[in-house]
């Protein structure tokens, strides 16, 4: 079935670092791919998405690829803020949007 | 503008109470949804309403019943509470089911105890 495996987290950082969230998906077919990113108390909101292999997403300095080889949607920014600590969801969609969602990566960042 | 807005906030019900929890959205969006949230489990779909006057179950709908009331209200009705039916719960609502993006309520925290 369709699917999607996030790494563990919590995701520990300080100001600044490097940030990558992994994931990666099974799927019937060519989903399209999204993260989501949940802050303290909220709901959940579209970070960015790809619909097709080789695309790469990007939003607030927030970036992942599609990619079909390793089936994987990485996600990556360059430096993270303290006001990026939020709970991170890889996601596809099945068709008719009904997203299958990993288990979701805890990012805290420290000053 | 309010988006998803969903009442309550928080609930505690015993062991075989019933209740319903509100959903409503202003963005004029044709298809509705309800997911709960487990730790450990990610965000799984109960049911979903792809335009007004359809509904339809999602991977776990056992122990819910829906109702797309107008465009803009789904509601979720739990008919005898469970404590397996302790959950966050979500409404979300997109313009259509080929759109992509999916705007999320802030949830409703309930415990069955």
């Known amino acids: 079935g369709n699917s999607v495996t996030q790494m563990e987290g919590p995701v520990t950082l300080s100001e600044e670092a490097f940030l990558t969230i992994n994931c990666t998906y099974t799927a019937t077919g060519y989903p399209s791919l999204f993260w989501y990113v949940q802050y303290p108390g909220e709901g959940l909101q579209l970070l960015l998405k790809?619909?097709?292999?080789?695309d790469k997403g990007s939003n607030k300095g927030f970036e992942a690829t599609y990619r079909k080889e390793t089936t994987s949607f990485h996600l990556e920014k360059g430096s993270v803020q303290v006001s990026d600590s939020a709970v991170y969801f890889c996601?596809?969609?099945?068709?008719?949007?009904?997203?299958?969602f990993g288990t979701g990566t805890r990012l805290l960042v420290s000053p | 503008n309010a988006g998803v807005t969903q009442t309550p906030k928080f609930q505690v019900l015993k062991t075989g109470q019933s209740m319903t929890l509100q959903c409503a959205q202003d963005m004029n969006h044709n298809s509705m949804y309800w997911y709960r949230q487990d730790p450990g489990m990610g965000l799984r779909l109960i049911y979903y309403s792809a335009s007004e006057g359809t509904t339809d179950k999602g991977e776990v709908p056992n122990g819910y019943n829906v109702s797309r009331l107008n465009k803009r209200e789904f509601s979720l009705r739990l008919e005898s509470a469970a404590p397996s039916q302790t959950s966050v719960y979500f409404c979300?609502?997109?313009?259509?089911?080929?759109?992509?993006?999916?705007?999320f309520g802030p949830g409703t925290r309930l415990t069955v105890t």
């Open positions: 996601a596809l969609n099945t068709g008719f949007q009904k997203l299958v």
């Open positions: 790809a619909t097709k292999a080789d």
């Open positions: 979300a609502s997109s313009f259509s089911q080929e759109t992509y993006e999916q705007y």
